[in-house]
């Protein structure tokens, strides 16, 4: 099972999965450059593209992914060399319901990672529409 929280501009949530918890932080507060760490360790650096490319990468035991969206409030692929490796969608035009699908080779902490990305993207969206 796993827990997301969503946190403030520079700690900015927590993956908890089982008895492992996961930081995402900014590494400074001008910065479009997230991390993804634990206690001990930074699992990967994110580099979110600008506002129109709508993509984000990031580099996971050597495997550097792609996180792409579809489109303003939708969902994303992950892909690695330009194959889609798996999705987090809406499950309808309107709604706040989400599926995900990942092969069980994406590792667990990666493919939740995205899912907290997906849903971060969405939330800054939505505050930015709201004026």
């Known amino acids: 099972m796993a827990r997301l929280k969503f946190g403030n501009w520079k700690k900015l949530g927590v993956i908890t999965l089982g008895e492992n918890e996961y930081e995402v932080a900014r590494t400074s507060i001008f ?15 994110t580099w979110i593209e600008g506002i129109w490319n709508r993509s984000a990468y990031f580099e996971f035991e050597g495997v550097v992914y792609k996180v792409k969206w579809k489109g303003w409030g939708s969902g994303a692929v992950l892909e690695n060399g330009g194959h889609e490796l798996g999705a987090v969608e809406p499950e ?13 080779r994406i590792p667990l902490v990666i493919a939740v990672f995205v899912i907290w990305l997906v849903l971060h993207k969405r939330r800054e969206d939505l505050a930015a529409s709201a004026g």
């Open 31 to 45: 910065d479009i450059e997230l991390t993804l760490r634990t206690k001990d360790a930074v699992l990967c650096k």
């Open 92 to 104: 309808g035009w309107f709604s706040n319901d989400y599926r995900a699908a990942f092969p069980e």
